[in-house]
T-cell receptor, first 115, second 110 residues
Framework: DGGITQSPKYLFRKEGQNVTLSCEQN?????MYWYRQDPGQGLRLIYY???????QKGDIAEGYSVSREKKESFPLTVTSAQKNPTAFYLC??????????????FGAGSRLTVL | QKEVEQDPGPLSVPEGAIVSLNCTYS??????FMWYRQYSRKGPELLMY????GNKEDGRFTAQVDKSSKYISLFIRDSQPSDSATYLC??????????FGKGTRLSVIA
Protein backbone atom coordinates (compact mmCIF):
# COMPACT_ATOMS: atom_id res chain seq x y z
CA ASP A 1 0.00 0.00 0.00
CA GLY A 2 1.28 3.48 -0.87
CA GLY A 3 1.52 6.05 1.85
CA ILE A 4 3.60 8.28 4.07
CA THR A 5 5.61 6.95 6.98
CA GLN A 6 6.63 9.25 9.80
CA SER A 7 8.97 8.22 12.58
CA PRO A 8 9.25 8.24 15.46
CA LYS A 9 5.62 8.46 16.56
CA TYR A 10 6.60 9.87 19.96
CA LEU A 11 9.83 11.67 20.79
CA PHE A 12 11.12 13.30 23.94
CA ARG A 13 13.94 15.80 23.87
CA LYS A 14 15.86 17.79 26.42
CA GLU A 15 16.13 21.53 25.95
CA GLY A 16 19.12 22.48 23.83
CA GLN A 17 19.12 19.30 21.76
CA ASN A 18 18.47 19.04 18.04
CA VAL A 19 16.13 16.30 16.87
CA THR A 20 15.33 14.98 13.41
CA LEU A 21 11.90 13.70 12.36
CA SER A 22 11.77 11.27 9.46
CA CYS A 23 9.25 11.36 6.60
CA GLU A 24 9.25 8.83 3.75
CA GLN A 25 6.68 8.47 0.96
CA ASN A 26 6.20 5.79 -1.71
CA UNK A 27 3.45 7.61 -3.61
CA UNK A 28 5.84 9.00 -6.24
CA UNK A 29 4.69 12.50 -5.28
CA UNK A 30 6.84 15.44 -6.27
CA UNK A 31 5.94 17.81 -3.44
CA MET A 32 6.40 17.28 0.28
CA TYR A 33 5.41 19.43 3.25
CA TRP A 34 5.92 19.79 6.98
CA TYR A 35 3.17 21.23 9.17
CA ARG A 36 3.05 21.90 12.87
CA GLN A 37 -0.21 21.47 14.79
CA ASP A 38 -0.87 23.02 18.19
CA PRO A 39 -4.18 22.94 20.09
CA GLY A 40 -6.47 25.68 18.76
CA GLN A 41 -3.93 26.73 16.09
CA GLY A 42 -4.75 24.48 13.18
CA LEU A 43 -2.00 23.45 10.76
CA ARG A 44 0.85 25.85 10.19
CA LEU A 45 3.31 25.35 7.33
CA ILE A 46 6.98 25.00 8.30
CA TYR A 47 8.73 24.08 5.03
CA TYR A 48 7.80 22.62 1.68
CA UNK A 49 9.63 21.17 -1.29
CA UNK A 50 8.29 20.89 -4.82
CA UNK A 51 11.32 19.17 -6.30
CA UNK A 52 14.44 17.34 -5.18
CA UNK A 53 17.25 19.58 -3.89
CA UNK A 54 14.93 22.58 -3.52
CA UNK A 55 12.70 23.76 -0.67
CA GLN A 56 10.96 26.92 0.53
CA LYS A 57 10.19 28.38 3.93
CA GLY A 58 6.63 28.34 5.12
CA ASP A 59 4.99 30.60 7.69
CA ILE A 60 6.93 29.40 10.74
CA ALA A 61 10.36 28.19 9.48
CA GLU A 62 12.47 29.78 12.21
CA GLY A 63 14.24 27.15 14.32
CA TYR A 64 13.70 24.36 11.77
CA SER A 65 15.73 22.97 8.88
CA VAL A 66 15.01 20.45 6.11
CA SER A 67 16.72 18.64 3.26
CA ARG A 68 15.40 16.99 0.09
CA GLU A 69 18.14 14.79 -1.29
CA LYS A 70 15.75 12.09 -2.52
CA LYS A 71 12.25 12.32 -3.93
CA GLU A 72 10.96 9.88 -1.29
CA SER A 73 12.43 11.57 1.78
CA PHE A 74 11.96 14.94 3.49
CA PRO A 75 13.42 14.95 7.02
CA LEU A 76 12.77 17.82 9.42
CA THR A 77 15.31 18.92 12.04
CA VAL A 78 14.00 20.80 15.05
CA THR A 79 16.95 22.81 16.28
CA SER A 80 17.68 24.23 19.71
CA ALA A 81 16.82 27.65 18.25
CA GLN A 82 13.13 26.71 18.13
CA LYS A 83 11.72 28.37 21.27
CA ASN A 84 8.62 26.24 21.74
CA PRO A 85 9.11 22.92 19.92
CA THR A 86 6.58 20.80 21.80
CA ALA A 87 3.90 20.05 19.17
CA PHE A 88 2.40 17.49 16.80
CA TYR A 89 4.32 17.45 13.50
CA LEU A 90 2.66 16.32 10.29
CA CYS A 91 4.35 15.45 7.01
CA UNK A 92 2.37 15.47 3.76
CA UNK A 93 2.91 14.99 0.05
CA UNK A 94 1.09 15.78 -3.17
CA UNK A 95 1.38 15.60 -6.93
CA UNK A 96 2.43 18.80 -8.63
CA UNK A 97 0.47 18.25 -11.84
CA UNK A 98 -2.37 16.16 -13.21
CA UNK A 99 -5.45 14.76 -11.44
CA UNK A 100 -5.34 15.28 -7.71
CA UNK A 101 -2.60 17.89 -7.83
CA UNK A 102 -2.47 19.92 -4.62
CA UNK A 103 -4.44 17.33 -2.69
CA UNK A 104 -2.35 16.49 0.35
CA UNK A 105 -1.85 13.00 1.73
CA PHE A 106 -0.73 13.08 5.35
CA GLY A 107 1.35 10.80 7.51
CA ALA A 108 0.24 9.72 10.98
CA GLY A 109 2.29 12.42 12.69
CA SER A 110 5.12 12.66 15.20
CA ARG A 111 4.52 14.06 18.67
CA LEU A 112 7.56 15.89 20.06
CA THR A 113 7.76 16.77 23.73
CA VAL A 114 10.55 18.89 25.16
CA LEU A 115 11.33 18.07 28.78
CA GLN B 1 -6.66 38.57 8.94
CA LYS B 2 -5.94 34.90 8.47
CA GLU B 3 -6.64 33.75 4.91
CA VAL B 4 -8.98 30.95 6.03
CA GLU B 5 -11.14 31.44 9.11
CA GLN B 6 -12.92 28.60 10.87
CA ASP B 7 -14.81 28.49 14.16
CA PRO B 8 -12.94 25.97 16.34
CA GLY B 9 -16.04 24.93 18.27
CA PRO B 10 -16.34 22.53 19.98
CA LEU B 11 -19.64 21.47 18.45
CA SER B 12 -21.76 18.77 20.10
CA VAL B 13 -24.83 17.25 18.40
CA PRO B 14 -27.08 14.24 18.99
CA GLU B 15 -26.82 11.20 16.74
CA GLY B 16 -28.88 11.61 13.57
CA ALA B 17 -28.62 15.42 13.48
CA ILE B 18 -27.61 17.41 10.43
CA VAL B 19 -24.27 19.08 11.02
CA SER B 20 -23.17 22.29 9.30
CA LEU B 21 -19.50 23.26 9.38
CA ASN B 22 -18.38 26.55 7.87
CA CYS B 23 -15.32 28.52 6.82
CA THR B 24 -14.67 31.86 5.21
CA TYR B 25 -11.67 32.84 3.13
CA SER B 26 -10.23 36.17 2.03
CA UNK B 27 -8.09 35.39 -1.05
CA UNK B 28 -10.07 35.85 -4.27
CA UNK B 29 -7.52 33.74 -6.15
CA UNK B 30 -8.46 30.59 -4.23
CA UNK B 31 -9.96 28.01 -6.58
CA UNK B 32 -9.50 24.69 -4.80
CA PHE B 33 -11.39 23.86 -1.63
CA MET B 34 -10.98 20.82 0.57
CA TRP B 35 -12.29 19.34 3.76
CA TYR B 36 -10.11 17.05 5.84
CA ARG B 37 -11.20 14.90 8.78
CA GLN B 38 -8.78 14.25 11.62
CA TYR B 39 -9.34 11.72 14.36
CA SER B 40 -7.58 12.23 17.66
CA ARG B 41 -3.81 11.67 17.47
CA LYS B 42 -3.97 10.80 13.75
CA GLY B 43 -3.06 12.55 10.52
CA PRO B 44 -5.81 14.36 8.56
CA GLU B 45 -7.51 12.47 5.73
CA LEU B 46 -9.16 14.01 2.70
CA LEU B 47 -12.94 14.01 2.92
CA MET B 48 -14.13 16.27 0.11
CA TYR B 49 -12.48 18.15 -2.77
CA UNK B 50 -14.16 20.91 -4.77
CA UNK B 51 -12.95 23.07 -7.61
CA UNK B 52 -14.47 26.56 -7.90
CA UNK B 53 -18.10 27.17 -6.89
CA GLY B 54 -20.90 24.69 -6.49
CA ASN B 55 -21.93 21.63 -4.56
CA LYS B 56 -20.43 18.17 -4.32
CA GLU B 57 -22.10 15.24 -2.65
CA ASP B 58 -20.58 11.99 -1.39
CA GLY B 59 -22.87 9.78 0.64
CA ARG B 60 -23.88 11.63 3.80
CA PHE B 61 -21.46 14.49 3.09
CA THR B 62 -22.08 17.60 0.97
CA ALA B 63 -19.48 20.27 0.31
CA GLN B 64 -20.63 23.69 -0.83
CA VAL B 65 -18.58 26.64 -2.09
CA ASP B 66 -19.95 30.14 -2.67
CA LYS B 67 -17.18 32.19 -4.24
CA SER B 68 -19.29 35.36 -4.33
CA SER B 69 -19.39 35.43 -0.52
CA LYS B 70 -16.12 33.49 -0.01
CA TYR B 71 -17.94 30.90 2.07
CA ILE B 72 -17.16 27.18 2.36
CA SER B 73 -19.54 24.70 3.97
CA LEU B 74 -19.62 21.01 4.83
CA PHE B 75 -22.93 19.33 5.68
CA ILE B 76 -23.15 15.94 7.35
CA ARG B 77 -26.54 14.21 7.24
CA ASP B 78 -27.64 11.54 9.71
CA SER B 79 -24.55 12.14 11.83
CA GLN B 80 -23.00 9.14 13.58
CA PRO B 81 -20.76 8.84 16.65
CA SER B 82 -18.01 7.73 14.23
CA ASP B 83 -18.16 11.22 12.70
CA SER B 84 -16.73 12.63 15.93
CA ALA B 85 -13.46 14.23 14.83
CA THR B 86 -11.88 17.55 13.98
CA TYR B 87 -12.83 18.90 10.55
CA LEU B 88 -10.37 21.15 8.74
CA CYS B 89 -11.19 23.31 5.74
CA UNK B 90 -8.38 24.22 3.36
CA UNK B 91 -7.96 26.21 0.18
CA UNK B 92 -5.40 27.46 -2.33
CA UNK B 93 -5.02 28.96 -5.77
CA UNK B 94 -3.46 25.83 -7.25
CA UNK B 95 0.20 26.83 -7.32
CA UNK B 96 0.68 27.67 -3.65
CA UNK B 97 0.59 25.50 -0.52
CA UNK B 98 -2.79 24.79 1.02
CA UNK B 99 -3.94 27.20 3.71
CA PHE B 100 -5.85 25.54 6.53
CA GLY B 101 -8.48 26.79 8.92
CA LYS B 102 -8.01 26.08 12.62
CA GLY B 103 -10.38 23.11 12.52
CA THR B 104 -13.75 22.50 14.20
CA ARG B 105 -13.98 19.75 16.78
CA LEU B 106 -17.24 17.81 16.42
CA SER B 107 -18.76 15.38 18.91
CA VAL B 108 -21.77 13.26 17.91
CA ILE B 109 -23.48 11.90 21.02
CA ALA B 110 -25.26 8.52 20.84
Amino acid sequence: DGGITQSPKYLFRKEGQNVTLSCEQNLNHDAMYWYRQDPGQGLRLIYYSQIVNDFQKGDIAEGYSVSREKKESFPLTVTSAQKNPTAFYLCASSRETGPGANVLTFGAGSRLTVL
Amino acid sequence: QKEVEQDPGPLSVPEGAIVSLNCTYSNSAFQYFMWYRQYSRKGPELLMYTYSSGNKEDGRFTAQVDKSSKYISLFIRDSQPSDSATYLCASNSGNTPLVFGKGTRLSVIA
